[in-house]
């Protein structure tokens, strides 16, 4: 997909959905409530890439797409487990893809993977910050 001018979308709402999903679960103290591990807001990010199945037609293959954000969210979380300063890289990658994925045509794989590392990188930070405000 390439756009004739830099899109909004693609870089303010994943990482906007992954700071409130941080937030709402700091808040309504889900994994309390529900029983469930820490992972449950990275539950709750993957599960939020069946959205990209409504996206127009003329955005391509929509499973493609799903398929590099499901990708890219396991990308972000399975090193996280083992370098704990991997969410930097993260955001770093997001950073650098939302300066020039939009001027080139790529596939609709690398836009999932675009929008998933957004979404990761907004949970992080949403993570952080509710880190350091609420504690």
Same mark, same amino acid.
């Not at 449950?40 to 993957?46: D, R, W």
């Not at 991997?86 to 300066?99: A, D, E, G, R």
């Given at each position: 997909m390439k756009w004739d001018n830099p899109p909004l979308w693609p870089v303010a709402i994943p990482p906007i959905g992954g700071f409130l999903v941080a937030v709402l679960d700091a808040i309504l103290e889900l994994p309390v409530l529900l029983g469930w591990t820490l992972l449950?807001?990275?539950?709750?990010?993957?599960s939020c890439s069946v959205l990209l199945l409504l996206l127009p037609r003329r955005y391509g293959s929509r499973p493609e797409?799903?398929?590099g954000y499901? $990708?890219?969210?396991?990308?972000?979380?399975v090193p996280q487990l083992v370098f704990p300063i @991997?969410?930097?890289?993260?955001?770093? $990658? @997001?950073?650098?893809?939302?300066?020039y994925v939009w001027k080139r045509n790529?596939?609709? $794989?690398?836009?999932?993977? @675009?929008? +998933?590392? +957004?979404?990761?990188? +907004?949970?992080?930070?949403?993570s952080l910050?509710? $880190?350091n405000l609420m504690s």
């Open positions: 449950m807001p990275i539950v709750i990010v993957a797409c799903l398929i499901l $990708f890219m969210v396991a990308i972000a979380v @991997w969410f930097v890289i993260v955001i770093l $990658f @997001w950073m650098s893809q939302s300066l790529y596939p609709n $794989f690398r836009l999932g993977m @675009w929008l +998933g590392a +957004g979404s990761m990188s +907004g949970l992080y930070l949403g910050a509710v $880190f």
